[in-house]
């Protein structure tokens, strides 16, 4: 869910530190509009609150807590230890209260071209202490926050004392190699904040944003960005966690009304002498709460709008049962029923417990799953396809193209949880809208 900014600044390019290098990379990044870069939002922040001065991480190496400094880079250097013949690269960072060495023993060639002398970094990391007794930084994490003659730049460290939050942003080798990395994202989101704040439109009404105490959408944009103090960042995530949640809830709603009023389909005749054929042979009683559930099925079956139902259940709780008393009824109006599970061992498994239960009754079952030979194959696909099949239990291997019901009104999916969303809708489009 994003605004649309309304100008020729939305094309990328424009937005001052961004041009047609970079905006090729963020279109590669799924970073299109200026809509799609003002909604980048941040990792993570540097809070003034975790800033310690280099002078008192003495005082942190005891607690083994991590803490963050601010520091500019004052000299680096790769040196091959006499012990090891490993070389090791070490950085030396300063503030105004001293200064502090950072070490990396992996990829030393990079971090010898990552660093400039006198760019300001922050630095995240538990300190230790060397073999002199000296606080130390071992592979920390770290942040660029301003060049060496980046002009433009505000000065992080003086805002971080003065409780500005500091934005970290997430990139990668692409980004990073056209200069967004964190501290480069920083700049162009900052620079498209100033351009086209306003242009950013209000998607709630006033009611809507009064009765939840909502800040309205550019300064949410604003303080996710660019947060003065930890209270504004909580107020815009408040908004924008808000906004998510309400178009999500919006989609369902126009979803479920698409498929109430739009969809059609398929009502059935829900007294079957198939089911009650099954109940009457059981030797067991159905349970109260297996009776209730097959009647809110049974009514939803009914219904010309397609059923899309969840049943839970315990480990024989009963929900075979249940699933087979619907694909009876929808087998006593003339329709087939597919029933699909996540392995080959608990469709076979499937197939045997439901074969069990329908034995004497004139109902077609037959499982498909991969692996069969060729013959057993082409004779199940032929059941399938000509409508003589009408219950068929199988794997994914359902879902395969050759897979052509005649009639297929109901669809059960054993642990539907481990089949994706487009899994689930290839098996439903080999009917016309099955519940």
């Keep these: 869910m994003t605004s649309t900014p309304q100008s020729r600044g939305t094309d990328l390019q424009y937005v001052k530190s ?6 090729a990379a963020l279109q590669s990044a799924g970073i299109s509009s200026i809509a799609d870069l003002l909604y980048y939002f941040p990792r993570g922040y540097i809070d003034r609150r975790a800033i310690v001065p280099i002078a008192q991480l003495r005082n942190h190496v005891r607690t083994r807590q991590p803490v963050t400094i601010i520091g500019s880079v004052f000299r680096q250097e790769a040196k091959r230890s006499r012990q090891t013949r490993r070389v090791i690269f070490f950085l030396t960072l300063r503030d105004e209260t001293g200064f502090v060495q950072c070490v990396w023993f ?21 300190p230790t202490l060397d073999k002199l007794g000296r606080p130390q930084f071992v592979h920390p994490e770290f942040d660029k926050l301003r060049g060496a003659e980046e002009e433009d730049e505000p000065d992080w460290g003086n805002m971080v004392n003065t409780g500005a939050m500091i934005p970290k942003y997430p990139s990668g080798a692409d980004l990073a190699r056209v200069g967004l990395d964190s501290r480069g994202f920083r ?22 944003r ?22 504004k960042l909580a107020q815009a995530r408040q908004r924008l966690k808000f906004d998510e949640l309400f178009f999500l809830e919006l989609m369902l709603a126009l979803r479920r009304h698409h498929n109430r009023d739009v969809v059609k389909g398929i009502s059935y005749k829900v007294e079957s002498a198939l089911a009650r054929q099954l109940v009457d042979s059981l030797s067991f009683p159905l349970t109260g709460a297996q009776k209730r559930v097959m009647r809110e099925i049974a009514d939803d079956m009914h219904r010309s709008e397609p059923m899309n139902r969840l049943l839970q259940g315990d480990v024989g709780s009963g929900k075979t049962i249940v699933a087979l008393m619907a694909m009876l009824i929808a087998v006593d109006n003339g329709y087939q029923c597919a029933f699909m599970a996540p392995t080959e061992i608990l469709a076979d498994q499937h197939f045997r417990t439901l074969s069990s239960f329908l034995q004497g009754m004139q109902v077609s079952i037959r499982l498909l799953i991969g692996g069969q030979k060729k013959k057993l194959r082409d004779d199940i696909l032929e059941d399938v396809s000509s409508g003589r099949g009408q219950i068929i239990v199988g794997t994914h291997a359902l ?23 487009v899994q689930r809708a290839a098996l439903k489009e080999k009917g016309i809208s099955p519940d």
């Design 187 to 208: 700049r162009a989101i900052r620079n498209a904040l100033k351009s086209h704040a306003r242009e950013v439109h209000e998607i709630l009404p006033s009611s809507i």
């Design 106 to 126: 992996e990829g030393v060639q990079w971090y010898k071209d990552a660093f400039q002398v006198g760019e300001m970094i922050a630095v995240s990391a538990i």
């Design 18 to 23: 961004v041009g047609p290098k970079r905006a």
């Design 399 to 421: 879902l395969e193209k050759d897979v052509e019901f005649a009639k297929l009104g109901l669809v059960v999916i054993d642990e539907q949880h481990r089949f994706g969303v």
């Design 210 to 231: 009064s009765k939840q105490n909502l800040v309205d959408l550019p300064a949410a944009l604003q303080n996710i960005h660019f947060p003065a103090d930890p209270e």
